[in-house]
């Protein structure tokens, strides 16, 4: 690597309108990318149905995307350092767009989850890429309204996915989720590579750790596909489910060995050695992945039993992105000023809240009764980044801080994928056991189910469609049970992790903080 001070002088800040098309084109990137990873959370019933598939079997749309993303995160820190940052992160959003056309011709859900796979694989470098990139053109008294781009587009682009997924998939039809990134996607790059590529950054050779990369590769990939086809195949009654959690503890347990003694590791796992970042990054963690669960559990829910089309299903998850929006710049100038514990705290006991509301749904629940927890959910989100992000960097020394923020991406964003098929999974066998126990107490010597038989028949249905209406209904109030207890055992996991985030140390979002303890 070269001497510091041997490296070429880097160019002037932008200014005027340079500097204004350049941050739309690195937003842009930010945006498809934060997009792309919710746009098809309410538009798996149509795609499931689509393909001739369950919507079970439609998620993994969404949990190969994660993981590829996830495991990608790593290698970010490599490429750009090896190709420069520019380069890098347009040939991700280059890479990105074709993977979007190829995800728009996909002609069955193999082909689908493979595309989704490649997009998710070089879509990595995006978002660290955009945020290093428009810290570097903006002057260094205006670098706050820099990160403030760059969030702001991260908090827009979830409230627009389910909204613009559910309106394409109601509308036109569900490729149009993918192609739609074709003309962002080209207008970013080109824009980006004209006004960045004489800024690019110093490049130097380092080795690849690619042994620690295929270990990781091999145990997150058994271990995802153990949990998206476990429930299709009776899970560990199932030979090929054995074989792929022996393959996923195996070959985590080779990795985690490999990076320790490895000079150059691809993941620098010995940062979990402080308390503060093991804890933060736990506690981060499992947030996300509860949040990242219910984010797709609902939309689920409201169109297989609730009758929701998409478009309405991405309007009742909305508000919750608007509410983020509206309440992230007063919360940033809020955590500069206390403990970014207290903000944690909120974020928790708000999410807590959220979940707790949404147990409360029933039957007959209106769309304002629907929309209100999400509500709720808008003040976490408005504080629960910054602040967790606040306590995971907390105390790391500056030469590892971005070793430390890449290993905290990747595993969050891997704990999401994983999420995705658990929350799916329990569902599923959750509504199968409450449907159990309501066909046993609505037998054929209950006075209401005779009732409600007679008057079906009455109305004009035959016994065969009247029996089948009944069953129908009894297996939507088993997953409206089901649906209910996964967001209680929601709440009660945000509530829990207030405790761990109390064992980290005091941080401030300003960078105030106490040296390191451990």
Wanted: proline share 6%; net charge neutral.
């Amino acid at each position: 690597m070269a001497d510091a001070a041997s490296r070429p002088a880097m160019p002037a800040p932008m200014t005027g309108m340079l500097l204004a098309v350049t941050s739309i084109a690195l937003a842009l990137g930010t945006f498809m990318q934060v997009l792309d990873s919710t746009i098809a959370n309410v538009s798996i019933p149509t795609i499931a149905g689509n393909l001739g598939v369950s919507a079970s079997q439609g998620t993994w749309v969404i949990t190969s995307f994660a993981v590829a993303n996830g495991v990608s995160v790593p290698l970010t820190g490599w490429l750009m350092g090896r190709y420069g940052v520019v380069k890098t992160f347009v040939g991700s959003v280059a890479l990105f767009t074709l993977a979007s056309f190829l995800c728009g011709i996909s002609w069955n859900l193999p082909s689908l989850i493979t595309f989704r796979l490649l997009q998710g694989a070089v879509s990595g470098p995006m978002i660290p890429g955009s945020q290093a990139l428009l810290i570097m053109i903006f002057p260094p008294a205006k670098r706050g309204a820099a990160l403030a781009i760059w969030s702001m587009t991260t908090l827009v682009a979830p409230i627009c996915g389910p909204i613009l997924g559910g309106y394409i998939s109601d509308n036109f039809s569900w490729p149009w989720i993918f192609l739609i990134n074709l003309p962002v996607g080209l207008v970013c790059a080109v824009l980006c590579w004209r006004n960045m590529r004489s800024r690019e950054t110093p490049t130097f050779k380092r080795p690849i750790d690619r042994t620690g990369f295929l270990l990781l590769l091999t145990w997150v990939g058994a271990l995802q596909v153990m949990l998206d086809s476990g429930k299709d195949l009776d899970w560990f009654a199932s030979p090929a489910i054995v074989v792929e959690a022996v393959i996923a503890a195996i070959g985590f347990v080779a990795w985690v060995i490999w990076e320790l003694n490895e000079e150059n590791p691809m993941v620098d796992l010995s940062l979990f050695r402080s308390r503060n970042f093991a804890l933060a990054t736990v506690a981060f963690c499992l947030g996300y992945a509860v949040f990242f669960g219910n984010a797709l559990l609902l939309p689920l829910w409201l169109q297989t039993r609730m009758g929701y089309v998409a478009t309405w299903a991405g309007l009742v998850a909305a508000p919750a992105g608007a509410v983020a929006v509206f309440l992230t710049p007063f919360a940033a100038r809020f955590m500069t000023k206390v403990d970014a514990r207290w903000a944690a705290t909120l974020a928790m006991g708000a999410f807590a809240v959220s979940y707790y509301m949404r147990s409360l749904y029933t039957p007959d629940a209106d769309f304002l009764a629907l929309v209100i927890p999400g509500l709720v959910q808008g003040v976490a989100m408005s504080t629960f980044f910054v602040a967790m992000v606040t306590l995971v960097l907390n105390g790391v020394p500056g030469p590892q801080v971005p070793a430390a923020s890449g290993l905290s991406n990747f595993a969050r964003i891997t704990a999401g994928g994983f999420a995705a098929s658990l929350a799916t999974t329990l569902w599923d066998r959750i509504a199968a056991l409450h449907q159990t126990r309501l066909s046993e107490v609505m037998g054929a010597t209950d006075p209401a189910f005779s009732r409600a038989l007679g008057l079906l028949e009455g109305a004009g249905l035959s016994a065969q469609q009247a029996m089948g209406s009944v069953t129908q209904q009894v297996i939507n109030q088993a997953y409206l049970l089901a649906t209910l207890d996964l967001f209680r055992i929601s709440a009660w996991v945000a509530v829990l992790l207030i405790p761990c985030i109390w064992l980290t140390r005091r941080a401030l979002a300003s960078g105030d903080t106490p040296p390191p303890a451990d």
